[in-house]
């Protein structure tokens, strides 16, 4: 998936993805990580996720990277926060209060952008790549995290025959493939997903699921 199709979804506002709402697996399951507040949390490819607001809330600074420029200005004018901004590299950094994004290419990290974050949240990143990108993700994600973190990450599974995605679907068997033996994966919770996504149903899917999981890098 090229930076131009993300770019092109941002210019059309096509933005299905994004939630009003705070993430209701964020909020359930988020203790179940164990980490103490006012560790940081990375959040790659967070858009203007409402859920930094949650993460900072709860006492946790929080440091996302975003590709689009239309995301992350709207992340900070819709929350009335005035962020100071400066380049460093391959990044322009947004800073307000304890929310900090990095506007660029995640593929462009380096270990020292999220050498103080002892925790991942990832809902709709991972899913939002075709399975050859995913898989560079994930060593990037490996590449420049710190030794132990710990990750909540939610998937999506569905027959991907009749939908192309993106979001893509990513089997339990895939999250395994991809992160073990580096990480422990273990399944939190699956929910049938259809019931309250009419969305899909209208797009032809006859089931959905979703699944969180607790990964632990060894
Ligand atoms: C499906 S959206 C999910 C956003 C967010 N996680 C959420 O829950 O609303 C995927 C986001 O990843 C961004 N993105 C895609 N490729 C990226 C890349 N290489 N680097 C940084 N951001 C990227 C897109 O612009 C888009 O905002």
Redesign the pocket.
Known sequence: ?E?SF??E??ERAE?G???QHI?VHLQQFWGQLQLPPGQRVF???????N?LLWLAGEGYPVTG????PI?VEAFFTENRLSPRRWREGAFEYWEADEIRILL????CLEPHHVMDCTGIY????L???PPALRERYVHTLDRVSPGGIQMLLVTMEYDQTVLTG??FAVSEAEVRTLYEPAHTVELLYTRDALAEESRWRERGLTWLLEKVYRLTQC
């Not at 660029?104 to 593929?107: E, N, Y």
């Open positions: 998936m930076p993300w770019h979804r941002w933005t993805f994004h939630q993430n959040v790659p490819l967070c858009g203007k996720s859920d990277v975003e590709l689009s995301a660029g290419d995640f593929f990832d809902r709709a990143s899913i939002a790549l993106p979001p």
